[in-house]
């Protein structure tokens, strides 16, 4: 099985400073990536993911992430923050598990962007 | 028009009550999920029907129920709540199970949540 780490509980950021959540997973067998956002009292949308292809991935809101599959990490990014930035981002991944997807989800890091 | 709708939103209810959770997508997934926020926010997968087939079954106590009368609804039934099922109860769906391509990446598409809370 899975697991998923994110190391930072709650990141703390100005606006328009860069910032970078951090998440790491355990196995190196083939696995696909996403984060997800978490907005207060609302449930998960995707933010983006990685399948294949190009290690850099682009998602909503001006996020990326690139895969790292020596360091089995997949960091998330972005340049400038907003304040509408705040909210709980959770790392997942998925692996084949007896034919079928199983989900394994970090613990989250609280992105808190102050004016 | 939501995609996947949870009812209720929020669940008050007394220790040792039974209480259910409806779940429905109108996405056309054939696969379907309920995940468990605890208070720390940490996400647990409970189950997950394939097209009405129970696929995943976690450890969890046989007091919660899951029923999928059809591919688009997953409901979850709860019977002798204990104050340690209060948390924040997720549906979710994806297309399918992925058998069938290599590239069979599921994205969830989650509800809204129903936050449970047993007193």
């Known amino acids: 099985a899975q697991s998923v780490t994110q190391l930072d509980s709650q990141v703390p950021v100005f606006e328009e400073a860069p910032v970078e959540l951090r998440c790491n997973y355990s196995?190196?067998?083939?696995?696909?990536l996403f984060w997800y956002v978490q907005y207060p009292n609302q449930g998960l949308q995707l933010l983006l993911k990685y399948l294949s292809g190009s290690t850099l991935v682009k998602g909503i809101n001006g996020f990326e992430a690139e895969f790292n599959k020596s360091q089995t990490s997949f960091h998330l990014r972005k340049p400038s923050v907003h304040i509408s930035d705040t909210a709980e981002y959770f790392c997942a991944v998925s692996e084949r598990v007896d034919n079928f997807n199983k989900f394994y989800f970090g613990s989250g890091t609280k992105l808190n962007v102050k004016p | 028009d939501t995609a996947v709708s949870q009812t209720p939103k929020y669940l008050v209810t007394q220790m040792g009550n039974d209480k259910s959770i409806k779940c429905e997508q109108n996405l056309g997934h054939d696969t379907m999920y309920w995940y468990k926020q605890d208070s720390k926010k940490f996400l647990k997968i409970m189950f997950s029907y394939n097209n009405k087939e129970l696929i995943i079954n976690e450890t969890v106590p046989n007091r919660f129920s899951p029923k999928s009368p059809d591919k688009a609804h997953l409901n979850l039934h709860i019977n002798s709540l204990e104050l340690g099922d209060s948390a924040v109860y997720f549906c979710?769906?994806?297309?399918?199970?992925?058998?069938?391509?290599?590239?069979?990446?599921?994205?969830?598409?989650f509800g809204a949540g129903s936050r449970l809370t047993v007193l």
């Open positions: 196995s190196s067998v083939s696995v696909y």
């Open positions: 979710a769906s994806s297309p399918r199970d992925g058998r069938e391509s290599a590239f069979g990446a599921n994205v969830l598409t």
